[in-house]
């Protein structure tokens, strides 16, 4: 009977064997043909020590794959005896053309075949079961009675792994042990037991060379993304991924090098060796004692049919572990919500295989659910948004790969608002709210949207919570869940202070009253949160009630209604309003004060100025904003070193909002260009000098061209034009 399958390296012309590609110790945890197979001088006697087949340390190399015996063999685990007599099964002839996939690492020699026991230890059995003689039946080993009879000796513990120069010693000396106990014709059979033991994982190691084979020439421009290949091992697959940074994988082990000719095929050199993939991604769940609770939640959310689908995913499968660290109120919230649940469980789907031999730092995937996870590297480890959560990674499936994680995944759809302020740069807004009493607002079912200030904004402090406070802070939270791409300029929106907000859309920034959002907002499952740069002040009244109310603007109002424009600014509309303070009046000469107020007509020249129909918040103003005024000139808004300035003029303070518009207070009267001294009497302000250089330059081309003589008339006409009122 043959003891073990002999596998020789075959090369040259003729070769009519199969090519097997033997993965050497470092990637497949043998040595060569020793250890596993157990039949030669060097190496572990597999099977007879403890874990495994391979008796010997692993060195940190990943063990064998099982995989079960094809050929015939003899008894033994995973195998039957064939009958007596019978030749042993031909092995298949190989085909013209192989692929094989052989793992890296460095060879070792292939030691010489162990020999039968010596004449004087089993050889009248060994010699029996070469004459292939029927061996005869065991008898008892008689024992001396009396008192002086010893008891025969036991059988001698399970041995401890040998591995190099004793291993064949130590097997002698077992078979000595064995004699004592059993007689001597049946020594020989315990003897092929457990050869067969060994002989069975030389079979394991043939098919998983098989497994390692495809019985065509693949070159590496084949190996194309989402490929599937048949293996020489019971027609398995074999998977192919073909990323867009140029890695390739098989069987999520690294393609290192390609494309090695042979007489006979072609070789892959791969960096370990892959195992036989049987089990789709939801069999997986279903046989992992540590995703116990995920699959509860897959089994809730309906969403086994997509991961017995066919398809090709990655599942970040949460262990029992990251479940249990999640606080038992969210947990339970998001597993009695089936949406809330979806939306986790898609979270930690990504829409195709990605092995982690693909993963380069600063890669981006989308997940099933519409979010995007970060997935980089640190040093040996995987990341998923900068954290080292993946336990256990490429557990390949036929559908698709599955990395265990050790920490769930909740994306924002399912969190609730308050949960989004927690986790963001707004959390000392969640502590305000909460000393508020509004907390119940944000962590239900009831559908808002939060306007909260950045962190930065309370760098200060807290504000101390009072009525006033509490009524502004409702004034934050909007009645309706909104998305900041969907806001429109006058916009007004609803809030649970009963209060209503304006939208100003600007070219570079959206505004909700005097605040900006600040980052883009989070979508939760009930409400949205919008990040704004500063505390909302509703308005409160009118322009001119606003200046009425502020001390400040005294000289500002009685020259307002002095001018007879009062009526002006109290009805609705859209007006920046740059405000001279008492302080701005003080500042100009006696006289010329008093001459602007004895001019009505100039008093509402001068205040016109001062006045836009537009309203610009501080929060739009980035670099140079040019306002028309309702006095006709230009007025130029800027910001330096995070100042407002108008027409140069520093602004006292910025956004303060009313009804129909927003105020800014200045320290400085502002002149309109015709009202500047002139240094030449006959000499026009500034626009109707412009105006006259046009008008000259005009003159000349209408006397060659009559055509253009209205426009001349036209030019000269808006020379003497005053400035209309409001």
Request: glycine share 8%.
């Amino acid at each position: 009977m043959k003891k073990n399958v002999e596998m020789k390296h075959r090369s040259g012309k003729g070769d009519t064997g199969h090519p097997l590609l033997l993965p050497p110790p470092a990637a497949a945890g043998l040595r060569g043909t020793d250890g596993a197979t157990g039949g030669k001088t060097e190496g572990c006697k597999g099977g007879w020590a403890d874990g495994g087949t391979d008796g010997c340390p692993s060195r940190g190399a990943a063990p064998l794959p099982s995989f079960p015996p094809l050929s015939p063999g003899r008894a033994g685990p995973g195998g039957s005896a064939p009958p007596a007599g019978a030749a042993p099964a031909p092995a298949p002839a190989p085909p013209p053309h192989l692929t094989g996939l052989a793992a890296a690492g460095p060879a070792r020699p292939v030691p010489a075949a162990r020999s039968r026991p010596a004449p004087g230890h089993g050889a009248p059995a060994a010699a029996a079961a070469a004459a292939g003689a029927r061996p005869r039946r065991r008898r008892q080993v008689p024992v001396p009675a009396g008192p002086a009879a010893q008891p025969a000796p036991r059988p001698a513990a399970r041995p401890q792994r040998v591995c190099g120069a004793e291993a064949d010693r130590h097997q002698q000396e077992i078979f000595h042990q064995l004699q004592a106990v059993v007689p001597e014709e049946d020594l020989w059979e315990v003897h092929e037991t457990l050869d067969s033991l060994v002989s069975n994982v030389n079979i394991e190691l043939l098919n998983a060379l098989r497994y390692h084979m495809v019985d065509k020439r693949v070159l590496t421009d084949d190996l194309k993304h989402g490929t599937t290949l048949n293996s020489m091992y019971q027609n398995l697959p074999i998977q192919i991924h073909h990323y867009p940074n140029g890695i390739v994988t098989v069987n999520c082990a690294r393609l290192l090098k390609a494309d090695h000719h042979a007489t006979n095929g072609v070789v892959h050199v791969i960096d370990k060796v892959i195992a036989t993939t049987t089990n789709t991604i939801q069999q997986i769940i279903e046989t992992e004692d540590s995703l116990e609770t995920l699959r509860t939640a897959v089994a809730a959310s309906d969403l086994s049919s997509l991961l017995e689908s066919e398809g090709q995913y990655t599942l970040l499968a949460p262990t029992n572990e990251a479940f249990e660290k999640i606080p038992r109120e969210t947990l339970n919230r998001i597993l009695g919500d089936p949406e809330a649940l979806r939306d986790l469980l898609n979270h930690h789907i990504l829409k195709s295989a990605m092995c982690a031999e693909a993963i380069i730092a600063g890669l981006t995937m989308e997940t099933l659910e519409g979010a995007t996870l970060d997935v980089g590297c640190s040093g040996e480890e995987l990341t998923l948004n900068g954290k080292p959560i993946i336990a256990n990674k490429d557990v390949l499936a036929t559908n698709g790969v599955v990395h265990f994680v050790n920490e769930l995944l909740i994306p924002d759809s399912a969190k609730t608002v308050f949960e989004l302020a927690q986790e963001s740069e707004v959390s000392k807004s969640t502590d305000l709210f909460r000393q508020a009493g509004l907390s119940s607002h944000l962590t239900g079912s009831e559908q808002v949207t939060l306007l909260a200030p950045v962190n930065n904004v309370f760098k200060d402090g807290l504000p101390i919570i009072d009525s006033n406070m509490r009524n502004l802070l409702l004034n934050h939270i909007v009645k309706d869940q909104l998305s900041s791409k969907y806001l429109y300029h006058g916009q007004k929106l609803q809030t649970l202070g009963d209060k209503e907000l304006r939208v100003f859309v600007y070219r570079n920034n959206l505004c909700i009253e005097n605040a900006c959002i600040a980052a883009h907002d989070k979508r939760g499952r009930f409400g949205t949160l919008f990040s704004v740069d500063k505390m909302l002040t509703p308005p409160t009244g009118s322009v001119m009630d606003v200046l009425k109310a502020d001390h400040r603007f005294s000289t500002l109002v009685a020259a307002i209604q002095s001018a007879g424009l009062t009526e002006n600014l109290n009805r609705p509309g859209t007006f920046t309003v740059f405000a001279p303070t008492n302080e701005a009046f003080r500042a100009m000469p006696q006289g010329e004060l008093n001459k602007l107020m004895g001019n009505a007509k100039e008093l509402a020249n001068i205040l016109k100025f001062h006045v836009a129909d537009e309203i610009l918040v501080s929060g739009a103003v980035t670099a140079l904003v040019r306002l028309k005024s309702m006095q006709g000139d230009k007025l130029e808004v800027s910001m330096k070193n995070n100042v407002i300035h108008i027409n140069k003029e520093p602004v006292a303070e910025s956004d303060i909002m009313a009804t129909n518009g927003v105020i800014y207070a200045v320290n400085s009267v502002l002149q309109p260009q015709a009202s500047r001294p002139q240094e030449r009497g006959d000499e026009p302000a500034d626009p109707a000098l412009e105006i006259f250089k046009q008008a000259s330059a005009l003159s000349k081309v209408s006397q060659r061209n009559p055509r253009l003589a209205p426009v001349y008339s036209r030019i000269l006409a808006r020379m003497k034009e005053n400035s209309s009122g409001f």
